[in-house]
C-alpha cells in the first residue's frame, strides 16, 4: 500500500502561482510513477501531469503545457506541481495518484494509489 498526501491548494487571484505537494509514504518512493489529476465541479477527473521514477520523463496535459511543472525529490519521498499564470479554468481538485512501475501512465486507470484531493480555487 501507498499512502499519498496532498497539499499546498488554496485561493489565488488569476495570472498567480501554486505549488501542491504530494507526500507519499508506504512504500518505496522511488520504484513508483506519479501523477497529478483534477477535477472540476461538474466535470470528469482529467490528467494533468505525471512523472517517471526518476524524474527524467514528464507527461503534461496540453491545457497546462508551458504553465505547469511536475517534479519529485524521492530523498523526500515528494512530487510537487508547480502550477504558474493559473486562470479560472484551473480550479478544481488536485490529486495526486500513484502507479507501480515506469510507465508514465495518463489515464485514471493506470493509477492505483490515490490521495484525497486538495482544492485549489482561482479567482478572475
Known amino acids: 500500500q501507498v499512502q499519498l498526501v496532498e497539499s499546498g491548494g488554496g485561493l489565488v487571484q488569476a495570472g498567480g502561482s501554486l505549488r501542491l505537494s504530494c507526500a507519499a509514504s508506504?512504500?518505496?518512493?522511488?520504484?513508483?510513477?506519479m501523477g497529478w489529476f483534477r477535477q472540476a465541479p461538474g466535470k470528469e477527473r482529467e490528467f494533468v501531469a505525471a512523472?517517471?521514477?526518476?524524474?527524467?520523463?514528464?507527461r503534461y496535459a496540453d491545457s497546462v503545457k508551458g504553465r505547469f511543472t511536475i517534479s519529485r525529490d524521492n530523498a523526500k519521498n515528494t512530487v510537487y506541481l508547480q502550477m504558474n499564470s493559473l486562470n479560472a479554468e484551473d480550479t478544481a481538485v488536485y490529486y495526486c495518484?500513484?502507479?507501480?512501475?515506469?510507465?508514465?501512465?495518463?489515464?485514471?486507470?493506470?493509477?492505483?494509489?490515490w490521495g484525497q484531493g486538495t482544492q485549489v480555487t482561482v479567482s478572475s
Open positions: 495518484a500513484a502507479r507501480l512501475g515506469v510507465w508514465v501512465g495518463v489515464t485514471q486507470n493506470e493509477y492505483a494509489y
Open positions: 508506504g512504500r518505496t518512493f522511488s520504484n513508483y510513477a
Open positions: 512523472i517517471g521514477w526518476s524524474g527524467g520523463s514528464t
